[in-house]
């Protein structure tokens, strides 16, 4: 019997014997989770594969879920303000193309706010997630920027985790405390003593120049550094719904996915680094995925080349052109996508690889040329030296001089040598005569 099943036999048979209670106290649409196989594969990794323990959370989730009436939270029963504050809001992507859920925390003031009523919009927001997202995990993202004191509520973050430890099972990718003032690092230590050890190694304590490692640039808020100029504004489940289907603008009916850029990457040069990204966005209603391929792989750096996909959700590419490389040489090179569909998000590697070994001509290909920002480029006329060629035939000069100056330099370094042997040799000489004529005159 598989592990799924087995979660599944042992929950049902925990319910009918109606302890602590009877089947009825379950809401239904809680109790449907449990035909997913993709749902109970979630709590199985969020309880480490042990199927005791994910029964147990099974149990207690939709206990807590029917004793909070979650099913019922929703944008129009919980408190407006609060949802229209910017206090919580997602925005952006991870570099493994998880959703970022902010708490922008300066608009946080500790004691101005009914607890009860966050602690029900930070529900809302987490419900509401798991729909659009479809269980794909999130990254929750504490915006501590110009925080002081004031600002911090231990209570409200450890309520926050405690909910996506025992309700919301394998939920989160990483746990980011962004610009930390050192005054609140106190309370965060305290947070970090406090988390089990999984927890422990989501989080990750940065600054601005940190961020580019977690989230790309486009997808960062410029306030962060980043290029996003998004300004908050609360929209309704169905709204961002009806934005993101307007947005496909580069998808044609019947790809795989949807590519941005579609056709061209751009590379750019940014403190002395010649990069460029590309996100995929996964348009099937199954699980597909991707590999990443290029005519130049050793100029390039492509994290990640391949991955999955669940239906809509999306991954941004970060290409980045290895040192010694010239931007302009970026221009005669070209990307390839391949994609195909597999039945499962939880492949392993093996699994994964011999899918891609039986895919034959099934892919889907998508090709991309390569272009650099118009400001690197170096411009050729017929009427215009090469600037590339005068460039590299100076160093070509400077590199003949400094090697004639080395071979000088060793003649010289070898005739010292001698004439300080020769020296030594004669001063040895001189000494032993003048002891030989010593010892005669005695």
Known sequence: ????????????????????????????????????????????????????????????????????????????????????????????????????????????????????????????????????????????????????????????????????????????????????????SAGFKIVKGILPARAVEKLRTINKDKLKDLVAPEQALVSWGGKDDYVFKFISEGQTKSQESKLDTDYSPGEMVSLSPSKVLTFKTEKDVISAHLTIKNMEDSIISFKIRTTAPEKYSVKPSSGILTNGSSQTIHINVNSGFLINSVEKDRFLVLCIQVPKANLSQKELSELWKNSGGKADEYRLKCDCHETEKTTVTKDEPDFLNVKLSNLQDSHRIIMQNIKVLKVYQISTMILTFATALLGYFVYTSRNTHSCDAL
């Open 1 to 184: 019997m598989s592990k799924i099943a087995e979660i599944r036999m042992l929950f049902e048979a925990k319910i009918k014997d109606g302890i602590p209670n009877p089947p009825g106290s379950f809401d239904q649409r809680d109790l449907d989770r449990v035909k997913s196989d993709k749902y109970l594969y979630r709590v199985l990794e969020h309880c480490e594969n042990n199927v005791q323990l994910a029964v147990e959370m099974l149990f207690n989730l939709m206990l807590w879920r029917k004793t909070n009436a979650v099913n019922e939270i929703t944008e129009e029963n919980v408190n407006a303000e609060y949802l229209r504050d910017g206090l919580f809001f997602p925005r952006g992507r991870d570099i493994d193309s998880c959703i970022l859920f902010i708490m922008k925390s300066k608009k946080f003031v500790k004691g101005q706010k009914d607890m009860d009523a966050l602690k029900k919009v930070i529900i809302y927001w987490f419900e509401r997630l798991e729909r659009e997202e479809d269980g794909k995990k999130m990254t929750l993202f504490f915006d501590m920027d110009g925080c002081g004191l004031s600002n911090m509520d231990v209570d409200i973050i450890m309520y926050m985790i405690t909910l996506l430890k025992n309700y919301y099972p394998n939920f989160v990718n990483y746990i980011i405390v962004f610009e930390l003032p050192w005054i609140l």
